[in-house]
């Protein structure tokens, strides 16, 4: 966007031996809410991962 900042879009990530892999890409309306049950449902589908969830900046959000 020209002349302001957008709002940024949120990535689940999960780590593995190649690095953090992104497993989920929600919008940037998304609540607080919903981004941690999304984080949880990633912990459940990847056990024993760190998870984590980053803006398209790159910038931690939340992490378990």
Do not use: K
Not at 17 to 22: C, E, K, L, P
């Amino acid at each position: 966007m020209v002349g302001g900042s957008s709002m940024s879009d949120y990535w689940i990530q999960f780590l593995d031996t190649s690095g953090w892999r992104t497993c989920v890409n929600l919008g940037s309306n998304s609540s607080s809410g919903l981004i941690r049950h999304e984080m949880e449902q990633a912990q459940v589908y990847y056990p024993g991962h760190r998870i984590r969830c980053v803006n398209d900046d790159g910038r931690l959000i939340d992490m378990l």
